[in-house]
């Protein structure tokens, strides 16, 4: 059951070429969106997440000095205030939160490692590791079941899902479960549980389709499902393929699929999906046996890498990597379908978008 709409959201977007991050404000009345603040954080601010109580935000830096940053949340205007920056040694991709609140997982693409951080000791300003799982081949995301039982890391180079049994006893070491394999050249990017975590779903890079996973949400495993087509909105692009390493023309890569991130509805029936290349947002429906059908797509801002979907299902919040604004967009609640209702004038380097309901103060007793 989505929750009741609030009368307004802060929302948090991370900047990666200025090295901070923008505070808006969302009118959930109109959809507009109002700049507030912004607070500097590093050089490279990109991923980010919530603490389980959402009184604390997380943001990791990948500059020449990786650290995360942690910020206290206001919770009746939403502003930050920095908390500490705790060096780390890795550059990480992606950052989540254990839903227990003991811990923090980081994928390092370049470091090919999943790492696992205690909040205690983030808090201390300590970044060292409590443990930490080499050899995963371009590591791009890692999340956490709600039970906090089980963990989940793509890896983008070899074209797998690492699956791990979480050991709170042992200090969150990771203890190897499974390991799943994908078409070659699939390119797994991040990764979401449907809402009652039966499903995962793992966005493809290189393609960005969706692979599905049945989850026995007792042991842990996963299943192949299926994996959505190719949508109509990509149908003139090729496969896309890794980057960073030798140069590519860029009349070459204007013909590559480039997906980036994945989020659902709170409901569970649509799934949305970024393609950069394009710069679209992919609309998907959820089958009832979980697989996905195609809808839609809308054009949005440029290199969209980031977006976050508000807890009710009502809005859709995106950025452009190469895009100084960031745009709200309604989400229709029976076809799925997004319709643009403000912009507003952000950062460079947008890329990582975060969203939390204002509370309004207490008011005195008499």
Known sequence: MNQPLPDSYSVYVSNSIDGDISVFSLDTRSGEL???TRHAAAE?????TLSPDQRTLYAATRGARPSIIAYSIDAATGDLSHRVTAPIESSLAYLSADPLSRYLFGASYGENRASVYGVERIADGIGKPLFVVDGIQNAHAAIVSSDGRFAYVTSLGSDRLF???????????LTHLDALEFDRGFGPRHLRFSPD???????SEFRATVAVFARDRETGRLSAAG????PAALAHLKDGQVRGGA?????TLATLVWGADMQLTP?????????RTTSRLITYRVQPDGTLEYETFIDTETQPRGFRIDPTGSFLVACGEKSSHVAVYGIDTESGALSLLSRCKGGN??????IIARVAPSLPTV
């Open 34 to 36: 109002e700049a507030v």
């Open 44 to 48: 490279s601010t990109q991923p980010m």
């Open 163 to 173: 699956c791990y049994e979480l050991q709170h006893d042992k200090h969150g070491e």
């Open 197 to 203: 975590e039966s499903t995962v779903y793992v966005v």
């Open 227 to 230: 994996v959505s087509p190719r």
């Open 247 to 251: 140069p590519i023309a860029p009349e």
């Open 267 to 275: 409901d569970g029936r649509f799934v949305y999906v970024s393609e």
């Open 349 to 354: 380097g947008a890329n990582w978008v975060e």
